[in-house]
């Protein structure tokens, strides 16, 4: 999950064009990011760094190689407490919204979730995580404000719901970053993929999830505001540590496979065609102890029971042309309606080549397959292939 | 050298114009990972889309900056794109174009108009 990537980096732009940035809101790492040369651009109502000096082909590559520092303070992060004092109500209200099993959600786990519509797509993706007290939400920036008010309307009888806007939110990537960390905050590296902790620093407790959206091993570190500065500034005293901007973060998640929400899942995309049902655990399919209970059940069930009639997939498009969102696919070189569209597509910097994610009918979705893409009134080739397209290296 | 306000070089060379795009230009770009060359022999005229370059952000076009021919154009760029971010003003040229009238090119900004235009 995430929000990374904007229209301005989408978009057909000319050298030398820039955007105007009045009205939007600052994270709390606003003026480091200018200290550190950052690039800032308009992202989901926040002004935001793209980039800092390295440039996105070479942040990415050093989050790859070492590690990288993400300001991801504009995502929302979400308190969910439960009015009767157990964390467990909370869980079986915030089912009523999610086809994930929160029940099940151990004490200082975290999973993977999407918000459903009546009709079955998704309304956002979302990260949940089980503390003592409360069920501790993040949620993508350009969606937060829906999600909160949703969240009110429909569990807010069972649970207070507390946007914590005084929290800013770091994410230390790469096979570095385990090291980097275990030395502000002594106790991340016993941490697995998908733990939550809150770890004891010199400076006061720090909130630790071991995830990402990199398909590195790394960390996400919510921090008071008044606080993230001077931990930004730590990290990045490190050597192995850059700052990394939207830019890579978009090839970054890419190349792990991962959805963008708004791009490659938003309202008109259900879990199972987006690929997604690995989210939805037993629990919560046809026959499991809490079957469906949430928006969309009748159509998620069904695809999970029968598949879907497409199905998101990666492309590895032939040549150095990258094929973008929005780009039409075609099962021939020539002739026919399009089959597909493309919805996240670039170049890879690891991969060393264009990928792309698109949705295909699920006859066509096939490993190996040929696909065209209509690339400025030409079809190029593409194969579709296994995401993601790098593996990733989460701690298991 | 001349300069152009969609952010391109031009220069005579053997009475060509060679054309590429700007410090700049490359440096807004970002990393560039393909470029779009046209096919040498191609008749352009002004503001005709001839080459894209697809960097790390996105897709840009480079225009034809005057009607002419497209007569050499940097076969390197095809393998090698990052020549357009390393020497932008040099090894990163795109093409060379036949135009009728060298003087054509007094129209356009010189160094110090153009680095007011940028500032």
Redesign the interface.
């Given at each position: 999950m995430g929000g990374v990537c904007d229209a301005a980096?989408?978009?057909?732009?000319?050298?030398?064009?820039w955007f105007a940035m009045s009205g939007l809101q600052r994270t709390a790492l606003y003026d480091l990011h200018l200290e550190l040369g950052a690039k800032m651009v308009p992202f989901a109502g926040y002004e935001m760094p793209?980039?800092y000096g390295l440039?996105?082909?070479?942040e990415?590559l050093h989050c790859r190689a070492r590690a990288g520092l993400f300001d991801v303070s504009h995502m929302g992060q979400v308190s969910l407490r439960p009015k009767s004092g157990m964390v467990e109500h909370a869980a079986i209200a915030l089912e009523h919204l999610v086809p994930v099993d929160l029940v099940g959600l151990k004490l200082g786990r975290q999973r993977y979730a999407m918000f459903t519509n009546e009709a079955g797509g998704i309304l956002d993706d979302l990260m949940v995580a089980r503390r003592c007290d409360d069920l501790f939400v993040v949620l993508n920036a350009a969606c937060k404000t829906a999600d909160i008010a949703h969240l009110h309307a429909s569990i807010g009888c069972d649970c207070d719901i507390v946007e914590l806007t005084d929290r800013a939110l770091l994410a230390l990537q790469g096979p570095e970053a385990e090291a980097v960390l275990e030395t502000l905050a002594p106790g991340v590296s016993d941490m697995r993929f998908m733990d939550v902790a809150i770890i004891d620093t010199l400076d006061g407790p720090l909130w630790v999830s071991r995830s990402g959206y990199t398909g590195e091993d790394g960390f996400e570190i919510s921090v008071p505001v008044e606080r993230a500065e001077a931990l930004a500034r730590q990290l990045l005293a490190h050597e192995a540590v850059e700052p990394i901007g939207l830019?890579a973060r978009d090839?970054l998640r890419l190349e792990a496979g991962l959805c963008l929400y708004g791009h490659d899942i938003d309202t008109t995309t259900t879990p199972v065609e987006a690929d997604l049902a690995w989210a939805i655990q037993k629990a919560r399919r046809s026959g499991g102890a809490r079957e469906g209970g949430f928006p969309g059940a009748a159509r998620i069930l069904a695809e999970l029971d029968t598949g879907a009639a497409r199905q998101r997939v990666g492309l590895r498009p032939e040549g150095?042309?990258?094929m973008?969102e929005g780009t039409a696919l075609y099962a021939a070189e020539t002739g026919g309606d399009p089959v597909g569209t493309v919805t996240s597509g670039?170049?890879g910097?690891s991969v060393e080549a264009?990928v792309s994610m698109a949705y295909v009918p699920v006859d066509l979705a096939l490993e190996g397959a040929k696909l065209w893409g209509e690339v400025?009134g030409k079809r190029l080739p593409a194969e579709i292939v296994r995401l993601p397209f790098r593996p990733s290296t989460y701690k298991r | 050298m001349k300069f152009t306000e969609q952010h391109e070089w031009l220069r005579v060379e053997d009475d060509l114009v060679v054309v590429g795009i700007t410090d700049h230009a490359a440096e807004q770009l970002g990393d560039v990972v393909f470029v779009d060359l046209p096919e040498e022999g191609t008749t352009v005229s002004k503001d005709d889309e001839v080459v894209v370059i697809e960097s790390v952000k996105a897709a840009s076009d480079i225009l034809a900056p005057l009607d002419g021919e497209i007569v050499e154009v940097n076969h390197a760029l095809t393998d090698t794109p990052a020549k357009v971010n390393e020497d932008p003003t040099g090894d990163g040229w795109f093409f060379k174009m036949k135009i009728e009238d060298l003087s054509a090119l007094d129209e356009f900004m010189d160094e110090a108009a153009y680095q007011a235009f940028i500032d």
């Open positions: 980096m989408q978009a057909r732009i000319r050298p030398g064009e793209v980039q440039g996105v082909m070479k990415h830019g090839s150095r042309a990258p973008r670039g170049f910097p264009p400025r | -």
